[in-house]
């Protein structure tokens, strides 16, 4: 689907309260997932996985099964608070450092102002905590909940407490918050459109080089291993 299309699906699912699990998802990501069963099985049975990378694009078009467009997750989640601003939606944040989720808060209920932000909390906690997290995101009965943390303790927590969250969208949202916060910059409209975006966050954040070389990586696979990328350690 593209943006609109995406923007469309998940509206219906929130004004008919049914939950969907939305993974954006990146080469980083799909890397993970083919050396690490467990992340695979996170991947393969989410509600949507969205084209959020412009290397996933890429491949995608290589791979003979292309996709309309690129559905980045920033811009999804502003989609989405876009509908809500009009519908009266609400909205819990949960991740990244105190002071940032509520810097972010504070300037999207100044951009949403129909959306009811109903809580917002770090991302820096213990997994003896989660019942608490959990129970504190039941009680707010949020309508979407974006997740922003590290990649293994995004996805597979959302996994696993989906069930219990009952929230109709729950989305893993990586380093938004740092943008919308104003601690990170994002990359310009000319490095976006050419598919660069990874690299203006890397000149902000040069700690992530280690981290940025699964971009290559998952090229050359792609490239050496054709469509049988797409059937590498299917779960059962």
């Given amino acids: 689907m593209d943006m609109q299309e995406t923007v469309d699906y998940l509206t219906k699912a929130i004004e008919t309260?049914?939950?969907?699990?939305v993974i954006t998802g990146n080469p980083i990501m799909l890397m993970v997932g083919l050396e690490n069963p467990s992340f695979h099985h996170t991947l393969a049975t989410a509600d949507l996985v969205v084209p959020d990378g412009s290397g996933v694009v890429w491949a995608a078009r290589r791979l003979n099964q292309p996709v309309k467009e690129r559905v980045p997750g920033f811009d999804l989640m502003h989609e989405l608070l876009k509908e809500g601003d009009i519908r009266g939606w609400s909205a819990y944040l949960l991740g990244t450092t105190s002071e940032i989720i509520e810097a972010a808060r504070e300037k999207l209920s100044?951009?949403?102002?129909?959306?009811r932000f109903v809580g917002c909390r770090n991302g820096f906690f213990k997994d003896s905590e989660d019942e608490e997290v959990v129970a504190a995101i039941r009680e707010a009965n949020p309508d979407m909940l974006f997740v922003a943390r590290a990649t293994m303790n995004q996805?597979?927590?959302i996994e696993k407490h989906q069930?219990?969250?009952g929230v109709p969208v729950v989305m893993g949202v990586g380093g938004s918050f740092d943008v919308v916060s104003g601690k990170l910059k994002r990359a310009p409209a000319l490095f976006r459109k050419a598919g660069m975006e990874w690299l203006y966050r890397l000149l902000q954040e040069p700690s992530r080089f280690r981290r940025?070389?699964?971009?290559p990586r998952f090229a050359l696979k792609v490239i050496k291993d054709g469509d049988k990328v797409l059937k590498a350690g299917n779960p059962s």
Avoid: D, I, N
């Fill in 163 to 165: 069930a219990q969250l």
């Fill in 110 to 115: 100044k951009q949403f102002p129909g959306v």
């Fill in 155 to 157: 996805e597979p927590w």
């Fill in 17 to 21: 309260r049914t939950p969907h699990r």
């Fill in 212 to 215: 940025m070389l699964v971009l």
